[in-house]
């Protein structure tokens, strides 16, 4: 064998194996990014169920949140109307039936009691802005009704006065104030509760 068919051989067995290395190379690597492949998109899936599940956790929190909000709503809503009802008995001029004074005090120590439950029972589960209405009406009909009190036992003492009776007609102007405002904040009230429903309703 002479040196150039020496060198040729040489060439030659030098082209085929790089030819192999090239070939195995392309299979190595096609094998390796298959891998790869497979490997991220378990990965991007398992991601992918990750965030699925978490937004599907999310729709429940909320879904609860909100039917216990509009509960709380309704309770709090019917309990203030039947709370003021009773409370605008207390007016100097009766609409309807007449009752006396015993009767409606009876009457709104009930509704007092519902609608205080109400308001504190709930107050974890619904807008503190609402609360705060809610409260406003409460404490304005138990001043009513304190005052309303205190004028009827000035007016049944045996002497009148006219300091008394100044004081008594005082009292009862106060009130007709207090029931005006507990009027206005049923409506604020209403408001309030209709605006945290339909903002809880289109939220996440």
């Known amino acids: 064998m002479n040196w150039q068919n020496w060198v040729l051989g040489v060439l030659t067995g030098t082209g085929v194996m790089t030819g192999l290395a090239s070939w195995l190379g392309k299979i190595w690597a096609s094998r390796i990014l298959e891998k790869d492949r497979a490997k991220y998109k378990t990965q991007v899936e398992s991601f992918l169920e990750d965030l699925r599940t978490c937004h599907n956790k999310e729709l429940f929190v909320h879904r609860l949140q909100f039917e216990k909000e509009f509960e709380t709503y309704k309770n709090l809503w019917k309990a203030s109307l039947v709370f003021a009802r009773v409370a605008s008995k207390f007016r100097s001029i009766q609409v309807g039936a007449f009752e006396g004074p015993v009767e409606i005090q009876a009457e709104l120590q009930k509704a007092s009691k ?91």
């Open 114 to 204: 519902a609608f205080m439950d109400t308001i504190y029972d709930n107050r974890p589960f619904y807008a503190p802005q609402v609360y705060g209405v809610a409260k406003k009406i409460l404490y304005l009909a138990q001043d009513v009704a304190r005052d309303d009190d205190l004028s009827r036992q000035l007016e049944a003492k045996d002497s009148t006065t006219v300091k008394r009776t100044e004081r008594i007609l005082q009292i009862s102007s106060d009130n007709e104030e207090r029931l005006n405002q507990i009027n206005a904040l049923i409506d604020n009230l209403c408001v309030a509760i209709r605006e945290q429903v339909w903002s809880t309703k289109n939220g996440p």
